[in-house]
């Protein structure tokens, strides 16, 4: 599986941005990070709730869940890396303790998506949390 690189995706960028347009910007520009994965284009790796077409896969290894991600769509992709750099790399423990309910509205950014784009990203934190068998604060 290929992970991608999402060392320069954080939260703390996202909120010392001072306006939609440059938050907009900015996810659009992680959204370049997330390489094109034909492999994972399958239908055992959709994300289903997703109105974009949307992939990821699950490995565990070693006590640690890896994700791999793919989507047509550049501003998934830009909330995919978000969320993977929040949930990519992490035990079991680590996963149960985040809140990725509230990950969007911590980043300021559920105010200004459309409802779909909410409910995409809604989409893929139930998807890694099914994939690697944990729960993970998505109420």
């Not at 989507?71 to 969320?83: F, N, Y």
């Not at 680590?94 to 911590?106: I, K, S, V, W, Y």
């Amino acid at each position: 599986m290929i992970y991608d690189d999402l060392s320069t995706v954080s939260l703390a960028q996202l909120l010392a941005t001072d306006n939609w347009q440059s938050k907009y910007r900015l996810i659009t520009d992680w959204g370049r990070l997330i390489a094109p994965k034909p492999d994972l284009r399958q239908p055992m790796y959709v994300i289903k709730g997703c109105e974009a077409s949307a992939w990821m896969a699950h490995d565990y290894s070693e006590g640690r869940h890896r994700f791999a991600f793919d989507s047509d769509s550049r501003v998934i992709k830009g909330l995919a890396a978000l969320l993977l750099v929040h949930i990519d790399d992490k035990t079991d423990g680590e996963l149960a303790q985040l809140n990725l309910a509230g990950l969007l509205r911590e980043a300021g950014l559920e105010k200004h998506m459309t409802p779909s784009r909410n409910n995409g990203f809604r989409a893929m934190a139930i998807r890694a949390c099914e994939l690697a068998g944990v729960e993970a604060g998505l109420n």
